[in-house]
C-alpha cells in the first residue's frame, strides 16, 4: 500500500514506526521496572472436566498495570519481555506466585504455565523451574507446561532436550493453540506431549463451520490414537461445550466455565464450586 501510494506516504509509514519504537522501548522500561518491584500478577483461569464441569486446574495468565501505561495485554508484553531479553526474569517472577498460590489449591487441581519460545532453546529453564518449585514446595506432577509449535520448532533438539528433562521430573508438557501453527503431525509423536490444547478458532466456529467440526473431531481421534490428553479452548457457551463432549472432548477452558482471576478469587472459586455439578459462570 505505502509502495504504491508514492514518497510522501513512506515518511508517515516511517514516523508511525518510529513512533511504535518508541512506544516499545517505554514499555520495555516500565516493565523492567514492575518486574524488579514483583508488580506482574498471574491469574487464573479454570479448566474443568467437561462431563462433571468440575475444575481440574487452572492455566496462570500474566496480568500487568502499569502506573503511566495503563493496563498492557499479554499479547503486547510477553512478546517484547522475549525481544529484549526480560523473558527469563519475568517467567521466574510469575512462576513464584503462581506455585505459591497453587499450594493452597486441592492436590488434584493442577497449574498450567505458559513457555515462551526462547525459553526452549535456554539450557538453564528446566533447573530454575525445579528450584522454584522445590522453593514453594509444589509437587512437580500438579505441574503442567504449555508451549507454542512455535517455540518447538526455533530449535527441535533444544526444545526436546528441555522437554525430556521437565518429564523426567513428572512434569507434564501440553502443545498450547494446536491447529494455528506449522504442525508436522510426525512432530507430535516424536515429542511426546502430554496434551493438546485445540486452539479457540476452531472453536468459536464449531457449531457454524463443518471444516472447523471436522477438525475438532480429527484431532480428538488422533488424541485419543496416541493416548493425548486434549482441551478444548475458548468455549464461550453451553452448545459449544455440549457439543465437543458430544465428540469426546474431555475437558475445556474459556469465559464460559470462568475468566481469569486473581488468585485470592480463583481459590474462593475452588471453595465454593469444587465437586460441584453445575456450570461454573
Ligand atoms: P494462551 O496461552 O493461548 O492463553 C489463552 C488466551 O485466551 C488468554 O489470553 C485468555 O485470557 C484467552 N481466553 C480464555 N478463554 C477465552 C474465551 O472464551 N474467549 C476468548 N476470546 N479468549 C479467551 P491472554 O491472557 O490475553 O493471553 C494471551 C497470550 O499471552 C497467551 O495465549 C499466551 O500465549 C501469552 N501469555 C499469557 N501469560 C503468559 C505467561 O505468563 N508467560 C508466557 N510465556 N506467555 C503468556
Ligand atoms: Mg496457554
Ligand atoms: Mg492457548
Ligand atoms: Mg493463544
Redesign the pocket.
Known sequence: HAKRSGRGLVVVYTQDMEEAAKRVTRIEQALRRAVSAGEVE?HF?PIVDLASRRIIGF????RWTDGDLGSV???VF?PIAEERGI?GQL?QL?LRKATLAARQWPESVFLS????PSQLVDQNTCNQIMTILSRSGLDPRRLEI?I?ETGVMSDPASAEKIMQELRSYGIRIAL??FGTGQSSLGRLREFHFDKI?ID?AFVASILTDRASEHIVRAILAMCEGLNMDVVA????DEAQAARLLEFGCPSG????FG??VDAETALFGLGNRIGQRQAIV
Open positions: 498471574p483461569q492455566e496462570a495468565l500474566a495485554s499479554p499479547g510477553i523473558i517467567s510469575l504455565f505458559n513457555l515462551s504449555e507454542t498450547d493453540d490444547k479457540q479452548e475458548g468455549i464461550e477452558q474459556g469465559y464460559y475468566r481469569p
